[in-house]
């Protein structure tokens, strides 16, 4: 059972595709006795235009093919190597003066030229192979700082790195240092060496993109030496690049690297948090201990004793960098392996499966399969309002016990069920592909139960979690702006056609008796009618759905505290406590207010009540006495800009934001966007201007103590009338 069933691929057990010269696509092969070995192929770039008259006006290309079917993009026009296809785009914006970006452009580029290339040669990567077969190496740097509690810059001549340590897959391991190699110079050409010999398909390391790989690439100029990270001895690119997780756009330093892929462990733990938004930071070390694989004996060193550690104690440092390397390698054993399984589906790059939109990848996918039927592509719809999933906290205080009941996949379940497909899809294929997903997730989920080894339950586990990710992503795709096939029209049916399931759920659970205190997009959870089964529960809501539509029972808890629409927290019967919204667990929220809420929660939950206003006045007494260290009071915020766009828009009249204020005075480091900022507010009123009474962590003196008590007494009497509120609220419904 493999992706094979689902997707064809012309080459089997390939682990990296590069356009070589121009008129040439590089494959990489990882044969099964671990040997990497390549072919040259011949590749034209290919562009789509709204008729052949167009595309045949375009001076040098090599041929031009009527594609069939009602779509807009009516032809395929072909040229003979890179530089012909560039020019002949330049002239296709002189021709129709639009942008290949422009809705209005009777012409289609994917500037992807890897893209292009799988979708020319009907090829993916990594079929026949598992994600264990794939050689992932680890990396992690460690720098001189010359000014004490300083950040290490790699502009400044002496904040050299003296430590690397490189792990892979394999089971390699080594820690290398300029004491060992010679000085900065031999250090840099070892670990250069090294990648070489070891050969890895994908690079790793968490804050790759925005520091080890800048600092190394720095460094390296210092020394000309060749930042030769690829195969073949090939230097890596560089560029400023970003992509959005949800509502917030990442900025970062995007390497590419000539038959390897990148992958950035910092951004698979920030694509996991997205959902459940639960984890206190993204940083390496709360991320390991977050996701179990943190070892009791982990070596820990603090960033200002790094520099003199390597001076006095160069063992107990290499164990730290050996242990950072082999965290990281736990963290992508978790949470990339859905990536790569995803990546046999679809005409992308390992590293761009990673960093594309869900819709962008559905997107990839349902265009490749059009252009290998012949099929001319539609273009996207224009934008309409619809209304969006139904949810609503019908109540809030305390409630017990509490049972969580939603619908199998509810919106694919839907378009299944009815048999929807967008009005541009003339072949069928979006609900085909859909429908093949579903199916071969359930035989992957059956194969899991059923495994006799680990490694074969591993495998299926990782192949069902990565049809979950993309079936569930097949609705948004409907109201992608970009999308190809986006039909708001269908997304509209959708989502009211779910919003009449759960509404009809709602309404049979309360003619049953229940209370309904919560209900998301695909769920509701509620207090049951005393003496209820919970399988019988399931039976009776399930008679009530229609055909094609599942639900399940999927937990049962011993008390719930709904605090308002999507925020509330659960008990589970192990006594484990669950928050959920930003309301309740927000990285922005001070250390001391997250410990407050933690507190008043746990009381809440276990039927305490009554010392919620005890415990406030406690943590009061100790905000006005001093007795929280400065370090309890910082709050988090990300750069999404360069400080020199922020101070731009200031003089335009926009608003002041206190990160960016800081980041600009900042004398011990210069921030860059996807960096994180941690700050205090100062002062004695109560309303500050934080802008203008603000420090960072790197100014904190131990010894002096303004942090200003008027405002964070004034952010938890805010959070504590909130909850004492959403309590009284209970009394009165």
């Not at 093919?65 to 003979?80: C, D, I, N, Y």
């Not at 029972?553 to 669950?578: C, H, P, Q, R």
């Not at 305490?608 to 260290?629: G, I, K, L, N, S």
């Not at 002041?656 to 011990?668: I, P």
Request: net charge negative; hydrophobic share 40%; aromatic share 10%.
């Amino acid at each position: 059972m493999t992706n094979q069933e689902l997707i064809h691929s012309a080459f089997q057990r390939m682990v990296a595709l590069d356009v070589a010269d121009g008129d040439h696509a590089e494959l990489f092969f990882r044969n099964a006795d671990d040997q990497v070995t390549s072919q040259l192929v011949q590749f034209r770039p290919w562009l789509l235009t709204a008729g052949v008259d167009l595309g045949a006006q375009l001076a040098g290309n090599c041929g031009v093919q009527a594609l069939e079917g009602p779509g807009a993009m009516k032809a395929r026009v072909e040229f003979p190597d890179v530089t012909a296809y560039e020019s002949a785009v330049r002239q296709l914006k002189k021709l129709t003066g639009q942008n290949p970006s422009s809705p209005l452009a009777p012409y289609r580029v994917f500037s992807d030229l890897m893209q292009q290339a799988m979708i020319a040669l009907q090829t993916r990567l990594f079929h026949g192979m598992t994600f264990r077969e794939l050689r992932r190496m680890q990396l992690d740097i460690e720098c001189r700082t010359t000014i004490p509690g300083k950040f290490c810059d790699a502009k400044v001549d002496g904040d050299e790195v003296f430590m690397v340590a490189l792990t892979d897959s394999a089971g390699f391991e080594v820690c290398l240092t300029e004491r060992e190699c010679g000085g900065e110079e031999g250090l840099l050409r070892r670990m250069l060496e090294v990648i070489q010999e070891r050969d890895p398909d994908v690079l790793e390391g968490h804050n790759l993109f925005n520091f080890d790989l800048p600092y190394l690439e720095t460094r390296c100029k210092r020394y000309k030496i060749p930042f030769a990270l690829g195969r073949h001895g090939r230097v890596a690119k560089s560029r400023a690049s970003r992509f959005a997780i949800a509502e917030k756009t990442i900025n970062y330093t995007r390497f590419d690297v000539y038959g390897r892929h990148v992958v950035d462990t910092y951004h698979l733990v920030r694509l996991a948090d997205n959902t459940k938004r639960e984890m206190d930071s993204y940083g390496l070390k709360y991320a390991a201990k977050y996701f179990g694989i943190a070892k009791p004996n982990r070596e820990y060193v603090p960033g200002d004793d790094i520099t003199k550690l390597y001076d006095t104690d160069l063992e107990r440092l290499k164990r730290y960098n050996l242990d950072d390397v082999r965290e990281t390698d736990g963290i992508s054993k978790i949470l990339s392996a859905s990536y790569f399984y995803q990546t046999q589906l679809l005409p992308l790059s390992y590293q761009n499966c990673v960093i594309r939109g869900n819709a962008t990848r559905i997107d990839g996918m349902l265009c490749a399969e059009y252009l290998a039927a012949n099929a001319a592509l539609p273009t996207p719809q224009a934008a309409i309002p619809f209304e969006g999933a139904l949810t609503e906290a019908s109540r809030t205080g305390v409630f017990q016990p509490v049972w969580h009941i939603d619908v199998r996949s509810l919106y694919p379940s839907v378009i299944l069920a009815k048999r929807l497909s967008p009005a541009t899809d003339s072949h069928g294929i979006f609900l085909t592909i859909l429908d093949n997903l579903r199916q071969f997730r359930l035989r992957a989920k059956d194969a899991a139960r059923t495994a006799t080894t680990p490694e074969e339950r591993d495998y299926y586990s990782a192949l069902q979690a990565s049809f979950k990710i993309l079936i569930n992503s097949f609705y948004g795709y409907l109201g992608f702006a970009q999308g190809t096939f986006n039909d708001y029209v269908m997304a509209r049916e959708v989502t009211a056609t779910g919003r009449e399931i759960l509404s009809g759920m709602r309404d049979h659970l309360a003619a049953a008796g229940a209370v309904v205190v919560e209900m998301d997009t695909d769920g509701i959870y509620f207090v049951p009618p005393e003496g209820t089964a919970v399988d019988a529960m399931r039976q009776r809501i399930q008679q009530e759905l229609p055909p094609g539509i599942e639900v399940e029972l999927d937990g049962v808890y011993a008390v719930m505290f709904s605090y308002k629409s999507k925020n509330y927290a659960l008990l589970e019967e192990n006594g484990e406590v669950i928050l959920r919204g930003a309301a309740l667990r927000s990285r922005s929220m001070e250390p001391f207010l997250r410990r407050y809420v933690d507190g008043a929660v746990e009381r809440i939950l276990h039927g305490r009540t009554a010392e919620v206003p005890t415990f406030t006045a406690q943590t009061e007494e100790a905000v006005r006495e001093h007795r929280y260290p400065l370090w309890d009071f910082l709050q988090r915020a990300s750069l999404n800009q360069t400080v020199e766009t922020y101070l731009d828009g200031r003089k335009k009249g926009k608003s002041r934001q206190a990160v960016y204020e800081l980041a600009a005075r900042a004398k011990n480091r210069e921030y860059q966007p996807g960096d994180t900022l941690k700050y205090y507010v100062t002062g004695t009123r109560k309303k500050p201007s934080v802008a203008d009474n603000s420090k960072l962590d790197e100014e904190i003196d131990p010894a002096v103590r303004d942090e200003n008590v008027a405002y964070y007494l004034d952010r938890l009497k805010s959070l504590a009338d909130n909850i004492l509120e959403a309590l009284s609220q209970q009394a009165v419904q």
